[in-house]
């Protein structure tokens, strides 16, 4: 496990770049999963915080343009796909 993945990140205009744990949440995001509960078991074991969290964090990456920068394919796919279910609501 990363080291404390609970700690606050860097806040968006920070020129520091993203935070180790920012790079992990976009780590696990960019790989696939088997099968159902196997990327929320990854997400509690890797990096020690809920799902929900998890999701937080990278809801908030992806207005992030530091995280746009490190991983432009992925914050893109996932700016399209929650664009789309906005679009649906």
């Known amino acids: 496990m990363l080291a404390d993945m609970t700690a606050p990140t860097h806040g968006p205009d920070d020129p520091d770049g993203l935070s180790d744990r920012d790079r992990a949440v976009l780590a696990v995001e960019r790989q696939s999963w088997?099968?159902?509960?196997?990327k929320e078991r990854a997400?509690?074991?890797?990096l020690g915080i809920s799902p929900t969290r998890y999701y937080?964090?990278?809801?908030a990456l992806l207005?992030?343009?530091?995280a746009l920068?490190?991983?432009p394919v992925t914050v893109n796919r996932l700016r399209r796909v929650r664009d789309a279910r906005r679009d649906r609501r």
Not at 43 to 46: A, K, L
């Open 34 to 38: 088997a099968g159902p509960g196997a």
């Open 43 to 46: 997400i509690r074991e890797r």
């Open 56 to 59: 937080q964090l990278l809801n």
């Open 63 to 66: 207005d992030d343009r530091r």
């Open 69 to 71: 920068a490190e991983d």
